[in-house]
């Protein structure tokens, strides 16, 4: 899966060790169709509000990392990522991003989509290529040119959405959660943001952990904020009879 921005930067910190305040109902395989994002009150899982809540934060001009057990098995699933990049000629650059560790750890995703759009303005002292995300509101010049983006990400649910583990389009990968661009110096000036999780307010993602005899299922709460932290508040795990 292509990443917008590209960033090189070095995993600085191990966030999986956390305190959980942990309310199980049945924790056994059940025949449990679906389940409700956000939905904390149901007998048939494990509920989990983590506290204080699991961050990956970037620290200015560098990055962290998170391992994430998703289910409770004692296997690290995902890896959540962040890195914010800045430098004395202009860039300031942030990325959130999440990424399975086997074929087997699988999360709900829809089609993302989403257009920049770019153009050149001569200067007395040269050129200046401009970027930024398009708004159909705005008068450009007519030498802007558009650039549509279609990819695969993991899908942003609302609270009681539905999460069935037998249906809906499952994906395991490298997901980016949110991004942006910040750039200004003297050849280019970019504002660009992008992504699921770039507005900062909290919403569901869903998963599923395929095992031998059952599949773990659920949901996790988080939100990211400046596309360069990523905060996990709930969770929730079923376990599912195949």
């Not at 003297?186 to 993602?205: I, M």
């Amino acid at each position: 899966m292509k990443s917008l921005l590209l960033f090189g930067f070095s995993c600085l910190m191990m966030l999986s060790s956390c305190r959980k305040d942990e309310v199980c109902g049945n924790c056994g395989p059940q025949s449990v169709g679906f389940v409700l994002a956000g939905d904390s009150a149901s007998v048939y899982g494990v509920y989990t509000r983590f506290q204080p809540m699991l961050e990956i934060i970037a620290p200015w001009h560098s990055g962290a990392s998170a391992d994430v057990d998703l289910n409770d098995d004692g296997v690290i699933d995902i890896t959540i990522a962040t890195a914010w990049m800045i430098s004395p000629g202009g860039l300031n650059a942030r990325q959130a991003s999440l990424s399975t560790l086997n074929d087997g750890v699988k999360f709900r995703y829809s089609w993302w989509a989403d257009t920049t759009i770019s153009w050149y303005v001569t200067t007395p002292f040269g050129g200046i290529t401009y970027y930024e995300n398009y708004n159909n509101a705005t008068s450009y010049p007519s030498n802007a040119v558009m650039y549509p983006l279609v990819d695969s990400a993991i899908a942003r649910l609302s609270f009681a959405d539905t999460i069935a583990v037998s249906h809906g389009d499952w994906l395991s990968g490298n997901f980016s959660l949110a991004q942006s661009n910040f750039t200004s110096n003297g050849t280019t000036s970019s504002s660009v943001v992008l992504g699921n999780f770039s507005n900062s307010t909290p919403a569901y993602v869903a998963f599923k952990v395929e095992l031998a005899d059952r599949v773990d299922y659920g949901w996790l709460e988080m939100y990211v904020t400046n596309c360069s932290e990523v905060h996990i508040t709930r969770k929730m795990i079923f376990r599912a009879n195949l």
